[in-house]
């Protein structure tokens, strides 16, 4: 394992022992500073707005290629998908699990639940649907399931929600990453 160094202005370099942790997605990864949250870890944000399941499986080559170690991953996607009607994204999904299992052999996979929207055209039993096949499919590769949604759902979703009804608001993102850091252990 190598130690990197943060530094600090005014102060000595301290060195960074955490794990090498990769966040993949779309924009609600993306649009989060995952390294400040965690700073006692080697953070790397791969979130790109606009990513469906299958652009993700795309550049995962390229991905794995280019990020190696890594010791935990944090996969948020398939609201892209939804938002265009297209809720075929468990055969990505597992394919992508694969790639990354492969890739990172005794990595940790983490499955993050699709989270509630406000946007009239989506209809939430299907996101609800398609959650317990993500989280089936968490299971039978091996993975860890996050359910956010489900923690989403029983506050006001007006507050988590950015105006735009589907891109996580600040106070959204203190509870999202509250979540995801009882992983980080």
């Known amino acids: 394992m190598s130690i990197a160094f943060l530094s600090c202005p005014g102060s000595y370099n301290i060195p960074m022992s955490g794990k090498k942790i990769l966040f993949i997605g779309d924009s609600l990864i993306e649009w989060f500073d995952w390294a400040s949250r965690f700073p006692e870890h ?96 968490a299971k039978e590769c091996g993975a860890s399931y996050i359910d956010v949604h489900g923690i989403f759902s029983r506050h006001d979703l007006r507050e988590l929600l950015a105006e735009d009804g589907i891109h996580i608001s600040p106070a959204g993102y203190a509870v999202f990453s509250a979540e995801i850091s009882r992983y980080m252990t």
């Open 42 to 137: 080697d953070v790397t944000n791969l979130g790109i707005s606009g990513e469906t399941v299958e652009w993700m499986l795309d550049r995962l080559p390229r991905v794995t290629r280019n990020y190696k170690g890594i010791e935990k991953v944090f996969i948020l996607t398939g609201i892209n998908n939804v938002a265009i009607e297209d809720s075929g994204i468990i055969k990505p999904y597992r394919k992508a699990l694969r790639e990354f299992s492969a890739a990172y052999p005794g990595a940790e996979l983490y499955v993050i639940s699709l989270l509630p929207t406000r946007l009239p055209w989506i209809n939430p039993v299907t996101i609800e649907t398609l959650n317990e096949k993500l989280m089936d499919l």
